[in-house]
């Protein structure tokens, strides 16, 4: 991420102050500029069983107003924190989710950050509609910041043993290398279904399963990150733990999680994989969603 444009969206919420502060830091880290983005909707969307949303009073030039003097106060209180920071407002007309894609479009940005929802148990089932539409649609990773995780963790990646999670190990390893932080990559199996059986393992043990898959990892997906990262430490672990449980039980103590999605297809993109779906909604740190299309 190298003096590429960090984007973050901003509501004056709690999500959006988590989301504002993780942000900031990884653009003074890349040297590119924070752009703080508050969508004006003049046109809300209720939810099905709130009844008819009131117009009365809502007023493009106002929320325009209200806006910018929103953004012009986090502007000035980031750049007294950090004047070597770079920030710039925008704010686009319409729905935040589009509104955003649209200025990481504009700016080239490297990644886009959110807020979640909330931080109890409540919150963290529903995530919110921008967010959701975000990571269904963005063609550039989207990290959902929720406090600050473990600033001693791990950059934690789910690996796959095919080409599917490539995109999101080049962006962990560039996060872990940045930051200078292990790389510790997470591949999870179930034992295989065996007509006639049901699912049977047929390895003599799950650490022989686990060595074979850690080696196969190691000289597949995982290649090309130790010849560009030389210094940055990488864990392999291959455990017999279906993925979304093992990334999540090792995401508590992470200072990011990072997981793929394969977004191919119109039905796919609609779509996002059940790992990082769950992922997005529930991790106890912030997490990186990279979709497989993504240009990194």
Known sequence: MRDRAVVVGYDASPGAQDAVRWAAAEARRTGGPLIAVFAVDPVPVAPALAGPVPT???????????AATILGELAAVLRE???DLEVRTRIPLG??????????GEENAEVVVVGATGHNAVARAVLGSTTDALLKAARRPVVVARG??????????????????????????EYAHRHGKRLRAVHGWSPEPVPGFGAVDLWASDADR?????DDLLSGPLAPVLEAYPTVPVEVEAVPEPPGHALLDR??????????????????????????????????????????????
Not at 56 to 66: F, H, K, T, Y
Not at 150 to 169: H, L, Q
Request: glycine share 12%.
């Open 251 to 296: 995401a508590a103590r992470a200072a990011l999680l990072v997981v793929g999605t394969h977004g191919r297809g119109a039905l796919r993109r609609m779509l996002l994989g059940s790992v990082s779906h769950r992922a997005a909604h529930v991790a106890p740190c912030p997490v990186a969603v990279v979709h497989g299309r993504c240009e990194l």
């Open 56 to 66: 009365d009073g809502i007023d493009e030039e106002n929320l325009r107003a209200a």
């Open 148 to 173: 600050v995780g473990d600033p001693d963790g791990d950059v934690v990646v789910g690996i796959a043993d095919d080409d599917s999670s490539n995109a999101a190990v080049a962006f962990a390893a």
């Open 210 to 214: 686990g060595a074979v898959l850690a």
């Open 95 to 104: 729905p935040p989710a589009p509104g955003l894609l649209a200025v990481a």
């Open 81 to 83: 924190q950090a004047g």
